[in-house]
């Protein structure tokens, strides 16, 4: 009993993607099942010139692990590390719920015949049936996938094996070009999904950067001379 409260004591902190994963599971199910016929419809050209690829779907499904394998590995071993990816992946979960909610939106993508009878086909068919082409924008595939490859990348003690970073981006990639390839998202959500995750870095990963900026640029201003209506310095 002693280990287990000092096991909870020392990873509390892991209560926060616990809770939030609870919350956003909700919410997100809810969406589902009220976001159905009436929704804004996603589509661009770039879309009809992307073909259906269901092998693609390993990777899709790989998703789950990844993400949850990085976080968990953040809150046993690095609870600053673990701070900055939460912040990253819950900001931009939360803006793609209120996203959602606000201006339902979906797709035609899908094919409505599989094309092949495969063991792939059959995992696609599956998840079709799972999950509706709806609530799709920005895409949190997209997005959590760049989160866990920046953690990664972001974490000291990882970045010490070697094989670490080429793997996380071979997987990140992969899943990124799952959620078109499968037609399971717009080419509009992943561009979107990259754009937030930009924004997204530079608030987390390089706010301290951003701040010296800010301060050097201010400390340059105060020590110029100010200059007064009639050409003296003040």
């Not at 280990?3 to 509390?12: A, E, G, I, S, T």
């Not at 919410?27 to 009436?38: A, D, I, N, P, Q």
């Not at 609870?79 to 990253?88: E, L, S, T």
Request: proline fraction near 4%.
């Amino acid at each position: 009993m002693e280990r287990l409260k000092l096991f909870v004591h020392q990873y509390k902190h892991g209560f926060i993607a616990l809770g939030y994963l609870f919350v956003y599971l909700i919410w997100f199910f809810w969406l589902e099942s009220t976001v159905t016929r009436h929704f804004n419809v996603i589509h661009t050209a770039l879309d009809d010139y992307i073909p259906f690829c269901e092998v693609f779907v390993i990777p899709y499904f790989l998703w789950f692990g990844y993400v949850t394998i990085v976080v968990l590995y953040l809150i046993f071993h690095n609870k600053q590390d673990y701070y900055k990816a939460c912040a990253f992946l819950f900001t931009g979960m939360t803006i793609f719920l209120v996203v959602s909610t606000i201006w339902p939106n979906g797709q035609y993508l899908r094919p409505f015949v599989m094309p092949r009878d495969n063991i792939f086909t059959r995992m696609v068919s599956g998840l079709y049936f799972a999950d509706t082409p709806t609530n799709l924008w920005p895409s949190i595939h997209v997005y959590n996938s760049i989160g866990a490859h920046l953690a990664i990348t972001h974490n000291k003690e990882l970045m010490k094996r070697r094989w670490i970073r080429p793997a996380s981006f071979i997987l990140c990639v992969s899943i990124i070009m799952s959620t078109m390839f499968i037609k399971q998202h717009s080419a509009f959500d992943v561009v979107t999904a990259f754009i937030m995750a930009g924004v997204m870095y530079v608030l987390v990963y390089q706010n301290d950067a951003v701040m010296a900026w800010i301060q050097s640029a201010r400390a340059g201003r105060k020590s110029r001379p100010q200059i007064g209506w009639n050409g003296r310095s003040l």
